[in-house]
């Protein structure tokens, strides 16, 4: 089942903070992040293997709540470079541990 | 370097014809998957390969095929029993970490 993220959309201006949110209805053993560029393939940007484990990448780190089966994408201090979709994925166990993406979150930063 | 290459970038198919998308890996990874992304949309999981000779149908197979005859190819046929083709196709393989890199993806349009 794929996980829903929230917003759907964020528009901030250079500087301004941001989250957005990762839910499943399934349990959950880890969450991988991508940033997808208009017209490119995904890149990675983490994986969070265990509850509670934070990571960051640059300006940007995660969390990763097992419990509520939940991860969240902090993005600091937003760049021009930040504009792009994030995807959230969950691995599914029964599909070769393919990933199962969430609908995307588009982000766009402003001058 | 190591990666995984997709060929060709662009490509357009008449109605009733069958195109090949390539994708080619050097990265030794067992894991192979295709995605399909509609504009605007997120991903899914066309078929995925886990080891050589093997291969299983994701989500969205219906009109599609391919083959894994080596570790490092993992050729997807578009059928002309695909109705609504259009999209950009990503090609991905799995790290022993299970991290997912993609390739640069194929655009295919249908004219």
């Known amino acids: 089942q794929q996980p829903v993220q929230s917003p759907q959309a964020v528009i901030l201006r250079e500087g301004e903070d941001a989250v957005i949110n990762c839910s499943s209805s399934k349990a959950l053993y880890s969450v991988h992040w991508y940033r997808q560029k208009h017209g490119e393939a995904p890149v990675f940007l983490m994986i969070?293997?265990?509850?509670?484990e934070q990571k960051g990448h640059e300006k940007i780190s995660a969390s990763f709540n097992e419990k509520k089966q939940q991860s969240s994408l902090y993005l600091t201090a937003s760049q021009l470079s930040y504009s792009g979709t994030y995807f959230c994925?969950?691995?599914?166990?029964?599909?070769?541990?393919?990933?199962?993406f969430g609908g995307g979150t588009r982000l766009m930063v402003k001058p | 370097d190591g990666g995984i290459t997709q060929s060709p970038k662009y490509l357009f198919r008449k109605e009733g014809q069958n195109v090949t998308l390539s994708c080619e890996q050097n990265?030794?990874?067992?894991?192979m998957y295709w995605y399909r992304q509609d504009p605007g949309q997120g991903l899914r999981l066309i078929y995925y390969?886990?080891?050589?000779?093997?291969?299983q149908k994701g989500d969205i197979a219906e009109g599609y095929s391919v083959s894994r005859e080596k570790k490092e190819s993992f050729p997807l046929t578009v059928t002309s029993a695909q109705k609504n083709p259009t999209a950009f196709y990503l090609c991905?393989?799995?790290?022993?970490?299970?991290?997912?890199?993609f390739g640069e993806g194929s655009w295919l349009t249908v004219v």
């Open positions: 990265l030794n990874h067992d894991a």
């Open positions: 390969s886990q080891i050589v000779n093997d291969f």
């Open positions: 994925g969950t691995p599914n166990n029964n599909a070769g541990n393919m990933l199962t």
């Open positions: 969070l293997l265990k509850g509670g």
């Open positions: 991905a393989s799995r790290t022993v970490g299970n991290t997912i890199y």
